[in-house]
């Protein structure tokens, strides 16, 4: 059969693998997600009929892949079909059981939808090479319920562009071929070819379940809306292409701020120049930033009270916002988004003894919860070895016991009653001089204080006391302190 008398769903087909081959042409094999529906069985009967047309274009032939959820009773006999209906057309097909990943995604509040969709993009995530691309059977229809959705809650650009056509996934890339804003097809299509075909599918029961509101959208909306619009998902189709061209511009505009003042190592922001535009531009980057950081979209909530509790609060303020089991902090004009730091364990009375050895050197100091202390030799700016056991104490401690002095059970050396000096610089009260070296305020209740005997010789992260630097070109010693790392909890 000549192409020009395919079938207008496999024309459909056709035209968009080869936009997909002009636009990512390293693309070698097509992987289809399979899971046994119409949509994707029609997906997989028109890529076996017309391979002799595209296997110029993606010469690693084609693969499927099917998710087992094991959320229904019928999800092993779905399975056996989907792996009978590619042997048939000598197509490889990738099982995977997904039910651990979900429930990891029910734990952490998701909705049994939602679960389920974000499993099944984790394994497709996983199973693309970089030279494959995933085709995804979604339709017009798909889009305009999508759009709707995002509509009723009230979304801006982004949730209105709905389901995009195509974007990166894992290694690999995405491709919706019958999600076309022109020229695309609806379920009704599809449907009418597999009908003329005489195509075998399945039909999982919670499709049904008029509790999901795609379902009760699906079944109890879009037809109504369609009798007084027939042709209304051609028309939502072609909203979500507006829409998501204005998203493309508006992450184009975020990038843009983005590059130039986002440390995505450290996982801060510069918002100096953010706080002087508009409200909208402000959404717009934290929005943005957040998602570079956490791969999830905030709320508009959640972004107001960012901007309103975090950004825009008094000076001398110490914000703590908390998402997705982070912390969302600000010091010196900048956002941090963080992990939270292990609770580091309070210094018992008199504080750590740090020893000297036969050598006089002092060895590693393993604090709990906050890291090691190692001393390393400093060409300049160094510190002299001390002459006497050190003690390493924190914020708040009890010296009492090794004091001559007894000051109480406890102590705050942060309080602004403790003075010292850096060496060569003035004497100071010991919080002005953390704040003076940007120590974050979250960190200074664990900066390792590190005394000789009653003298404060070296401040964690800050540098050597009055008292007990080097002389000029003496080789000293540096106080190393590698302070434990905020990571994702297990």
């Known amino acids: 059969m000549s192409d020009k008398h395919l079938p207008a769903p496999a024309l459909t087909l056709l035209t968009s693998l080869q936009q997909l081959d002009k636009q990512y042409p390293h693309c070698r094999t097509l992987v289809i997600a399979l899971s046994g529906g119409l949509d994707s069985m029609v997906l997989l009967e028109l890529c076996h009929q017309t391979r002799r047309q595209w296997q110029s274009w993606f010469p690693g032939g084609v693969r499927a892949v099917h998710v087992h959820h094991g959320l229904s009773i019928n999800a092993d006999a779905w399975l056996e079909f989907c792996v009978a209906a590619c ?79 195509h974007r990166k996934l894992g290694n690999g890339q995405l491709w919706r071929p019958f999600l076309q804003a022109e020229g695309g097809l609806c379920r009704a299509d599809l449907q009418a070819w597999a009908d003329a ?73 510069q918002i100096g120049e953010l706080k002087q535009q508009s409200l909208a531009m402000q959404s717009l980057v934290l929005r943005h930033w957040l998602y570079a950081e956490a791969g999830l979209w905030p709320d508009s909530q959640l972004v107001r009270t960012l901007r309103e509790d975090v950004i825009f609060t008094a000076d001398d303020a110490e914000p703590l916002l908390q998402w997705q089991g982070r912390e969302i902090r600000r010091f010196r004009e900048r956002l941090y988004f963080m992990w939270p730091r292990e609770a580091h364990v309070p210094a018992p009375a008199g504080g750590y003894l740090w020893q000297p050895a036969p050598d006089g050197r002092l060895p590693a100091l393993v604090l709990p919860g906050n890291g090691t202390l190692r001393l390393i030799q400093a060409r ?111």
């Open 197 to 269: 075909a005489g195509l075998r599918w399945i039909e999982d029961e919670s499709n049904n379940d008029l509790n999901m509101s795609r379902n009760f959208l699906r079944h109890q909306v879009v037809p109504v809306l369609k009798q007084e619009w027939p042709g209304l998902a051609a028309t939502l189709s072609r909203t979500a292409a507006l829409q998501a061209d204005n998203e493309e511009l508006l992450t184009g505009l975020a990038d843009q701020y983005l590059r130039q003042h986002h440390d995505a190592e450290e996982g801060s922001l």
């Open 380 to 490: 300049q700016g160094g510190m002299r070895l001390p002459q006497s056991q050190c003690h390493v104490l924190y914020r708040h401690y009890s010296r009492h016991d090794w004091s001559q002095h007894d000051l109480g059970a406890t102590e705050n050396l942060l309080g602004g009653s403790f003075d010292c000096a850096l060496a060569g610089r003035p004497r100071r009260s010991l919080k002005k001089i953390l704040q003076e070296s940007d120590v974050p305020p979250w960190d200074r209740s664990r900066v390792p204080l590190i005394f000789s005997g009653e003298q404060l010789a070296w401040i964690g992260g800050v540098g050597v006391c009055e008292g007990f630097q080097v002389a000029d070109g003496e080789t000293g010693w540096a106080v190393n302190w590698q302070m434990p790392l905020a990571e994702e909890p297990e």
């Open 87 to 165: 042997e048939q057309r000598s197509v490889p097909v990738e099982v995977v059981r997904a039910g651990l990943q979900l429930k990891v995604y029910r734990d952490s509040g998701d909705s049994l939808e939602e679960a389920a969709r974000r499993a099944r993009y984790a394994v497709f995530e996983d199973s693309l090479a970089s030279d494959e691309v995933l085709l995804m059977a979604h339709h017009q229809d798909d889009q305009a319920e999508t759009v709707l959705m995002h509509l009723l809650r009230g979304s801006g650009a982004r949730g209105l562009s709905g389901i995009p056509v």
